[in-house]
């Protein structure tokens, strides 16, 4: 009965009740229950874990949060301006529930006040009544879809959805690039550009058969100028039905003239550097011609081979049926009389 006294008195001399005595072997017996527990699974919550509440915080942290606040809240701001869509650190920092909250009633609580999305991630499952808390957690992200503003609401990683474009940005956004290219190549190839072909080797050897043309047309789509003599172009021919490329020999009020196998304009001789073989120019059927006002007279450069104005049923071609002028020849195949890349003057 002494011994009993005096371990009474002593507990009582070191602060303990029998009461708390007791709590005391009870906590103790819990704590190894728990380190052997953890030690047979790390991830296993202690009773303690799952069924305290939350502490409050300290007075120390309660005069420190204001200030934390407006910290956030300024740097929260700063990001907002240089990225919009990028989440402030309330919505980004784990949501803590109230006494006796779920987890999942805390996040909802939170989504619904604050208009945000709830975090995709939830750890009731870890409680032990993962159906219930799964239930809640599913309601609050229903609620916060349904109250949360234009280009808010819960998606994939608690990350902010943009605003859905609509009509015509939603179509230039997908198409545009579509657009843009067919323009550019209607203006480069109807409006500046003429791409021909040419099968035919009356042209030889200054452009060979088979041969990719590629002319300036601007000026004969916006206008009806008058080719100086000399120049190589492409033009529309009535009476074959096609486009012909030949070099312009007569002016509009010229009169073209052969005699000896040359070429004489208003009687005198035409110097022709750009022939294969001088000399050899003849017209069989009429040995001189007067042009028009308004239209040309046309030779091809290959004058043995070149079906042109000296045989043609009408003989010139009015000056508003030139289409381009030839800037560019290109020979690839073989057999030609060249290969390659070559400037027509």
């Known amino acids: 009965m002494e011994e009993r006294k005096r371990g009474y008195q002593g507990r009582r001399l070191a602060g303990a009740t029998p009461r ?7 906590s103790r017996t819990r704590q190894a229950e728990d380190k052997a527990r953890r030690e047979r699974d790390p991830w296993e919550m202690t009773p303690e874990e799952k069924v305290s509440p939350v502490e409050a915080t300290s007075a120390e942290e309660a005069q420190a949060e204001p200030r934390e606040q407006s910290v956030r809240q300024v740097e929260d701001k700063a990001r907002r301006e240089w990225d919009p869509w990028e989440m402030t650190s309330e919505e980004t920092a784990p949501i803590t529930p109230g006494d006796g909250e779920s987890v999942s009633v805390g996040r909802r609580a939170a989504s619904v006040a604050g208009g945000k999305a709830a975090p995709a991630a939830d750890f009731d499952s870890m409680s032990g009544s993962a159906d219930g808390a799964s239930a809640d957690y599913a309601a609050g992200a229903v609620d916060s879809d349904a109250m949360a503003g234009p280009g808010e609401g819960s998606g994939s ?3 902010a ?5 609509s009509g015509f940005a939603a179509f ?3 198409f545009g690039y579509l657009i843009v290219t067919a323009v550019v190549v209607v203006l480069v190839f109807r409006v500046l550009l003429q791409l021909s072909w040419v099968p035919s ?3 030889e050897t200054t452009i060979p058969k088979k041969t990719l043309l590629i ?5 004969y789509v916006m206008g009806d100028p008058v080719p100086e003599r000399g120049n190589i ?6 009476e074959l039905d096609k486009l012909l490329v030949k070099r312009v020999i007569g002016l509009p009020g010229d009169t073209v003239s052969f005699s000896g196998g040359y070429v004489y304009i208003n009687g005198q001789r035409l110097e022709e550097e750009y022939l294969d073989q001088q000399g050899g120019t003849i017209s069989p059927d009429q040995s001189s011609f007067t042009v028009p006002e308004g239209c040309l007279f046309f030779l091809g450069d290959n004058r043995s081979g070149s079906n042109d104005a000296r045989y043609w049923e009408e003989s010139y071609i009015p000056v508003g049926n030139v289409k381009a002028r030839v800037l560019l020849a290109i020979s690839l195949t073989g057999g030609s009389s060249w290969q390659g890349v070559r400037a027509i003057g």
């Open 233 to 238: 172009v492409t033009f529309w021919s009535d």
């Open 20 to 26: 708390q005595e007791r709590e005391r072997r009870g």
């Open 157 to 159: 990683g608690g990350a």
């Open 172 to 174: 230039w956004s997908d």
């Open 215 to 219: 002319s300036w047309q601007l000026p």
């Open 201 to 203: 080797g009356s042209m």
């Open 161 to 165: 959805v943009k605003k859905k474009k």
